[in-house]
């Protein structure tokens, strides 16, 4: 596709399409460490692309607001236009990432109820965390908002939890970032193994960026993309 971009992010292109909606173009680079590691990934952008676009189905199917639409072409979705928060929004199940080297808390340890917090998207300041009052401060999110965030993150967890364990596969922690539609708060951007860490029920066996991040070989990640789109369908 060669038309105009509205903007263009490290692994997606938000292109204009019809009134009131866009396109989401989903590129086959991978990246970690704030954009320090890069590389390109032949075929990832499809598999996002469709896991992106099934669990948002999902979602839409529990009655939780989504600006998916429909895909345009196999790396391409149909979104409704949304008013973009920087933030992103995140829920643990059980700790492993960040949480556990900022705060005594152990790799593994199981968060019941689930945990949720919130970060600035912004690279340059590595997404520092935010409270409610930073985020009303910065005109992020009011507080309602943000508690009704909280809401619609536990309604997605309730969703895709039973999910993936279903497919002996255990969500670990999900990040989502919303946007606005009028007054409603809609998830939007996407929820891929890029925005999540699913791991193996049993082997603990990892699926999702982490094994980027930890510097595994593009095949592997790639297998193991392919592999959990594959299991989630099946
Ligand atoms: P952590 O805070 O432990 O690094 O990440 C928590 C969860 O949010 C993980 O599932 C991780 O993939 C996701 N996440 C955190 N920051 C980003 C980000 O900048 N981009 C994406 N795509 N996912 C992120």
Redesign the pocket.
Known sequence: MGSAKIAEGK?KIVRPYREGYALLEFKDDITAG?GARHDVLPGKGVLNAQTSAYLFRVLEGKGISTHYVGMYDERTMIVKYLKMIPV?V?L?NIA?????KRLPINEGERFDPPII?F?L?D?SRH?PMLNYHHMEHLKLMTRKEAERVEEIMYGVNDALFPLLKSKGLIL????LEFGRLGDELVVG??I?L????VREEGTGRIL???LYRKGADLETVRKAYEEFYRRLTS
């Open positions: 692994t704030d992103e995140v643990r492993t990432g960040s949480v556990v917090e970060f998207k690279d997404d670990y922690d999900f990040k951007d996407e891929t890029d925005s999540m860490r999702d960026k982490d």
